[in-house]
């Protein structure tokens, strides 16, 4: 180790002694951000060639969120970010590590977790990830690892998207299925054991052979080109129901579980049917699978932590569950993280 290094006051190293025993990741408390605007499917097809009946059928989608102009990626992590918190009883000072999973940051850099970091008043360290739709899901992957490593004891993950900007409003095959909005969980370090709360295990998979099928022809902070998403929904649908069934398999197979353990499915939440045609793999009923893309769309990186959120508050989560989480997105990426809450 570089003895050089200074110590950071803020990062509160793990003393030796304790980082033998492997801590769990626990996820502490979720919270959610959707923009005030909701936008019908009968309002959209009075601007694009489409319909309400159209895309209920093919998507499961009735309405989505669109962001007004205050409600950037990083408006919306926080305010996320600060109910995750106040779910957790923990305070902002407390966090060692923000990780941002956006396609749409406000900036190409400061990374917008760390505009978070400033809005909330937190310490540590923070950046941003890009993994597309699975950037929730690869944002916790990351965050456990260091909280197993002993490497810091708080995380905030968070998903937060601005998709419609990055709509080309004129293309009906793209801009009904997406929306706006922002999930985070607080994760903290805990104490590992059967049955104990934590993450059980995390899953993650690319292949960039498949980029060409959903990507942003730009980037931000080309003033010519800001990119417009791009994508082959037919090719996507079947990769997603193929990879998404292998990666609960995978998810299942590592833990020595089987498929009746599971309490609930939380999936990415792009399309009814693919989340029907997981539901039914893992043989749940409806009732055990989180559904939010009626009300949300695919809010891309956020629609994991979102559709969490919203199932933890009502109550039907309840600590003790057994929860898998999947995505897959633009890459293309995928994975899965299974949780006992
Ligand atoms: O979050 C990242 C992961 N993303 C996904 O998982 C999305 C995966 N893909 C899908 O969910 C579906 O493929 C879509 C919802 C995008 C499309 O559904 P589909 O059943 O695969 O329809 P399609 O693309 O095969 O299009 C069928 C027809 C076409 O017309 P023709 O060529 O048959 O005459 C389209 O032009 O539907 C037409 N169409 C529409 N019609 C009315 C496409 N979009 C619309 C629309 N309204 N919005």
Known sequence: MDQQTP??????????????????????????????????????????????????????????????PHETCAFMATRAAERALAAAGMQAAEVDAILLATATPDEAFPA??????????????????????????????????????????????????VYSRIMNWQDRGTCVLFGDGAGAVVLRAGQAGAG????????????????????????????????HLVMNGREVFRHAVTRLSETVEEALAANGLDKSAIDWLVPHQANKRIIDAIGKRLGLPAERVVTTVERHANTSAASVPL???????????????????????????????????
Not at 39 to 68: C, F, K, P, Y
Not at 122 to 140: E, K
Not at 215 to 220: H, L, R, S
Not at 311 to 332: H, N, Q, S, T
Request: glycine content about 14%.
């Open 7 to 68: 110590t950071r006051p803020d990062a509160r190293p793990i003393p030796e002694t304790q980082r033998r025993a492997q801590p769990r990741a626990v996820i502490a408390g979720t919270g959610g951000y959707l923009p005030e605007a909701a936008v019908s499917n009968d309002e959209l097809s009075r601007t694009v060639d489409t319909s309400d009946a159209w895309i209920r059928e093919r998507t499961g989608i009735g309405q989505r969120h669109i962001a007004a």
């Open 112 to 161: 917008t977790a760390l505009r978070v970091q400033a809005a909330l008043g937190a310490g540590g360290f923070g950046f941003d990830l890009s993994a597309a739709c699975s950037g929730f899901i690869y944002g916790l992957a990351t965050a456990e690892a260091m909280i197993a490593a002993g490497r810091i004891r708080t995380a905030l993950v968070i998903g937060s998207e």
């Open 196 to 227: 104990l709360p934590g993450i059980l295990s995390v899953h993650l998979h690319s292949d960039g052979r498949l980029g060409d099928i959903l990507y942003v022809d730009g980037a931000v902070g080309r003033r010519d080109k800001p990119g």
């Open 307 to 341: 559709a969490l959120d919203e199932a933890v508050r009502d109550g039907r989560i309840k600590p003790g569950d057994l929860v898998l989480m999947e995505a897959l997105g633009g890459g293309l990426t995928w994975g899965s993280a299974l949780a006992r809450m």
